[in-house]
């Protein structure tokens, strides 16, 4: 599913901007690896400098995605207040000039899991993932409510004044008693936990000796601790790691009342549902499919949660 649109590579940079980075790190950039994975249009690149240095580059302008620069100027906030053991690479330099952002990280000497998840991989993320809600920031974050609050509203956006939407026969039949679940999940959700917002194999490194880091931190927030791993949830499913139900088992969460679980599931469902249902944002051409299969897996997971309660 991690197919991906066209990133930038750095000779696509304006020159003026290399030259800056350069500047910043005192080395000219003599490598530069463009990543795989991930939806967006910005250059995410492997660098090698000529001192023999190795950073991580990001950039955009607004030319590739009108949204991707203000995510990326948020990520640089953000990368400010984690704790000093957040499982995040360092922030070492942002060049800004109100076009074009680009962050200089530093460079995590990992790989991305393997797709089908393989179990000890994904024990590995898992307990990450669980550490990560015991960790709290070195500045407030905005609250889960707050990130997400004006996305989780798919149900109610449908129910008022988009009932013909292509969807499931159970959702449209159960419409009203979806948004009304949708709408209970911030309530179920607070919490003090530190919450990535973004976790998918592609934001995911695996090093050498067993540590797990994250990037791509531009949702970050404060919540439930458990709201990470259930959202998370879907993509596990659809890269074959397993249904919701028995990934819950293997992370020691499988002991969450359904009542708790169902409202946040609803809002995640719905979210992917109402929004497959959009045009492919610019830059963006791979986005709208995947959220239309994890709305799918989403769904189902949903039906068997109802059945439940």
Not at 32 to 37: D, E, K, L, P, T
Request: some cysteine.
């Amino acid at each position: 599913m991690n197919a991906p649109g066209h990133r930038l590579q750095w000779p696509e940079l304006p020159e003026a901007l290399r030259a800056e980075i350069e500047g910043e790190l005192g080395s000219p950039v003599v490598e530069a690896v463009g990543q795989r994975g991930g939806y967006g249009p910005s250059l995410a690149a492997r660098c090698g400098l000529a001192d023999g240095r190795r950073v991580f580059i990001k950039a955009v302008s607004p030319a590739q995605n009108p949204d991707t620069p203000a995510m990326m100027r948020r990520e640089a906030r953000i990368a400010e207040r984690l704790p000093a053991d957040a499982p995040a690479p360092a922030l070492l330099h942002t060049i800004d000039d109100g076009e074009w952002i680009a962050l200089v990280f530093e460079e995590i000497p990992g790989r991305l899991p393997a797709t089908p998840w393989q179990a000890d991989e994904l024990d590995c993320v898992l307990a990450a993932i669980r550490a990560l809600g015991e960790l709290a920031p070195r500045a407030p974050l905005r609250t889960v409510a707050q990130q997400y609050g004006a996305m989780f509203t798919g149900w109610r956006t449908l129910a008022a004044g988009a009932r013909d939407t292509p969807m499931d026969e159970w959702c449209a039949q159960r419409l009203d008693d979806l948004a009304a679940v949708e709408a209970r999940w911030e309530d179920v959700t607070r919490g003090d936990g530190l919450i990535h917002g973004d976790v998918r194999s592609d934001n995911v490194l695996l090093t050498e000796d067993g540590r797990v880091t994250f990037v791509d931190w531009t949702s970050t927030c404060t919540g439930a601790p458990w709201f990470e791993l259930l959202v998370m949830l879907p993509s596990i499913e659809l890269e074959g790691g397993g249904a919701p139900e028995a990934v819950l088992r293997r992370a020691g969460l499988d002991h969450l009342p359904v009542r708790d679980v169902v409202p946040l599931v609803a809002a995640t469902a719905g979210y992917f549902v109402e929004r497959g249902r959009l045009p492919d944002p610019p830059g963006l051409p791979t986005l709208r499919p995947f959220q239309r299969a994890q709305g799918e897996v989403t769904v189902a997971w949903l039906r068997r949660l109802w059945e439940q309660q």
